[in-house]
């Protein structure tokens, strides 16, 4: 039922949206009001696509082998019509089974790391080399982590030597500090 009140209280929340709010639509420009600021990124938004199809490239089973002697298995999945790539390890911690998701956010590539911790961190594409060989994402922000010295994946350096072998390197950050983790060496799987 319509009263006067509920007229009233509609006109005031009308009058105090400004009119050059962004817009929310998926299609405008603008990018909708969660849009990140790209211009505090080296990193340019082609630059960005390009690193997310060479790693979208690498779609298939891979074997992992860390430089702690331990084996893994690995899928890259491209997913949601092109737009997700969906990196799945198995056994990098026995029987767990971690997650990867990597996604443009308009302008910026991110990835949210599902972890064993039990945390979700995100990082931001924050560096790539002039080749694109070599690049190295940061942290950004996370889920289920009640303050960043919490621990929880905070970096990712990617290295792609060819369409068959690449590798990847994380950092364990916790209580203030950072510590490189073993290097992972991977292998596509024929």
């Not at 990018?31 to 211009?39: K, L, M």
């Not at 092109?82 to 056994?91: C, E, R």
């Not at 064993?116 to 990082?123: C, E, I, S, W």
């Not at 060989?133 to 950004?140: D, E, R």
């Amino acid at each position: 039922m319509t009263t006067p009140t509920s007229v009233a209280l509609a006109a005031l929340l009308l009058l105090a949206v400004p009119e050059d709010r962004p817009a929310c639509h998926p299609d405008s420009q603008a990018g909708g009001i969660f849009a990140p600021d790209s211009s505090d990124s080296p990193v340019s938004p082609e630059q960005a696509q390009m690193l997310f199809e060479k790693m979208k490239a690498l779609e298939g089973t891979w074997t992992g082998r860390s430089t702690k002697g331990w084996t893994e298995e690995v899928s890259l999945r491209v997913i949601a019509q092109g737009s997700v790539l969906q990196i799945t390890s198995f056994d990098a911690h026995p029987n767990e089974t971690m997650l990867t998701l990597v996604h443009k956010d308009l302008h910026r590539l991110v990835l949210t790391h599902y972890c064993v911790a039990k945390n979700q961190p995100r990082l931001k594409l924050s560096e790539i080399s002039e080749d694109g060989n070599t690049a190295v994402f940061t942290f950004l922000d996370a889920t289920n982590l009640s303050t960043r010295d919490k621990g929880h994946m905070d970096k990712v350096v990617y290295q792609f030597e060819d369409d068959d072998h690449f590798s990847s390197q994380w950092t364990w950050y916790q209580s203030g500090t950072e510590r490189w983790l073993e290097k992972i060496f991977l292998e596509r799987k024929r």
